[in-house]
């Protein structure tokens, strides 16, 4: 919209005059080339893709037949440009048969949901991706099924925080109410912490949109490994795809430094964990499309610790591909547009990511990535920044990585020993 109320046309951009009679699928924000383009490229082998987009196609030109650009988010309130969205999404509409629309952005999903709604397309609905979305309605609808997960407590002052803190005992877990990747996450053992540490969290919270601006979630500190699931849902039924044993450091923060896949990892077909992610997505309402669960493997069985309302992040679905051959680009599409996917693993190995941290705050002078030739395993090895980048770690900055080394084993102790060695053979040097 601009200033006074009138809509704003969004000039579209179109690669090929002539559309296919198929119909195209929308995808709501493309992502960072770095983490994103593997889901595009699959997505487009499946669908011809027209994209909404804050900037003009350039990468993207690859793989898709056609592109809006739209704002993403309202520049004053960053939150996501819903009527702008919803309106460059009706004038593709109105031009070409649009048969689904998907976006694998945290900020965006809600927005998306409402376009396939405004639409009457197939897909997530608003109110499924917000439960997702809002991690405190998740926790109140998931409490209200019974299903296992962390004692918790909403609130909106350190004062609340510390008495809560206190009921549960310590540790605890102080995060922001609608954030991802766990920006904003910080683990607290006494009393003393639990000041600092709502303001770490809450402060997060208005970095992202401010629909979730300000209260914190205080939760019990689970302990047990920690995994995630990327699973698909259609007409209600849930299904696994990949899941990942996630490592994470820089306490007491959560910054996620890495992630294994194994294709043939014992637990895809453990019964009651499979038991928990069908119930957790009933709860939330979640009747279509990829969802990102974050799960601990405690004393008591499994405990939720949240679901996403979209494929997960840090190239986690992108080592599933590597691990099973299964492109998850392709399975987002056939759920966008009303098909049950199917598919075939044509591998059967384990991937895993190492993400690498500076040790502490700099600018980059130079960082070195090893060739896949230099160790056992390495497929890929990645530099993250450019020189004069600065980086900053917890709390004053997050997922401030240089590097990134991908490797595959016959399992899972192998790729760890793997990925160690490779990233042992990365360098960086910082400004003094």
Excluded at 15 to 42: F, K, T
Excluded at 131 to 152: I, M, S, V, W, Y
Excluded at 170 to 178: A, D, E, N
Excluded at 313 to 327: M, R
Aim: aromatic fraction near 6%.
């Amino acid at each position: 919209m601009t200033d006074d109320g009138n809509t704003t046309d969004y000039a579209p951009t179109t690669n090929d005059a002539s559309l296919p009679d198929d119909g195209v699928v929308i995808l709501v924000g493309s992502g960072q080339r770095a983490y994103r383009e593997y889901l595009l490229a699959g997505a487009a082998r499946r669908r011809p893709v027209w994209i909404l987009d804050a900037t003009p196609a350039t990468w993207q030109d690859d793989y898709v037949i056609g592109s809006t650009t739209v704002p993403l988010l309202d520049a004053q309130r960053l939150v996501p440009d819903q009527e702008g969205l919803i309106g460059a999404a009706e004038a593709v509409a109105a031009a070409h048969r649009v048969v689904g629309v998907f976006s694998y952005d945290e900020t965006l999903v809600v927005t998306t949901a409402l376009i396939a709604e405004r639409l009457g397309l197939p897909g997530l609905t608003a109110r499924g991706a917000d439960n997702c979305r809002n991690k405190h309605n998740t926790r109140r609808l998931l409490t209200d099924a019974g299903l296992p997960q962390p004692h918790f407590a909403y609130v909106t002052d350190a004062g609340q925080a510390l008495a809560a803190a206190d009921s549960f005992g310590y540790p605890v877990v102080l995060k922001p109410r609608g954030m991802g990747a766990s920006i904003g996450v910080i683990r607290v053992d006494g009393p003393e912490g639990v000041r600092s540490a709502f303001e770490v969290a809450d402060s997060a919270s208005h970095g992202g949109n401010s629909a979730y601006e300000g209260g914190v979630l205080v939760e019990e500190c689970v302990m047990g490994p920690e995994i995630s699931i990327d699973g698909a849902v259609f007409d209600g039924s849930y299904t696994p795809l990949f899941l990942a044993h996630k490592e994470v450091g820089l306490e007491p923060y959560f910054e996620e430094t890495g992630h294994v896949v194994s294709a043939t990892d014992p637990l895809l077909a453990d019964e009651e964990l499979l038991g928990v992610l069908r119930d957790a997505h009933r709860a939330l309402g979640v009747g279509y499309g990829i969802t990102h669960t974050e799960v601990k493997l405690t004393s008591r069985g499994p405990v939720i610790i949240e679901v996403n309302a979209r494929l997960g992040g840090d190239l986690i679905p992108y080592l599933g591909a590597l691990a099973t051959g299964v492109e998850p680009g392709e399975v987002a599409v056939e759920l966008a547009t009303g098909n049950r996917p199917a598919w075939t693993p044509s591998k059967a190995r384990t991937v895993g990511i190492r993400f690498l941290y500076p040790h502490r705050n700099g600018t980059v002078r130079s960082v070195d990535v090893p060739a896949a030739t230099d160790t056992p395993g390495l497929l890929e090895a990645n530099a993250m920044v450019a020189p004069g980048t600065t980086l900053l770690l917890p709390p004053e900055g997050y997922l401030s990585r240089y590097a990134n080394v991908i490797c595959a084993a016959d399992d899972r102790p192998g790729c760890e020993e793997y990925l160690a060695k490779a990233a042992a053979l990365t360098t960086i040097v910082l400004d003094s």
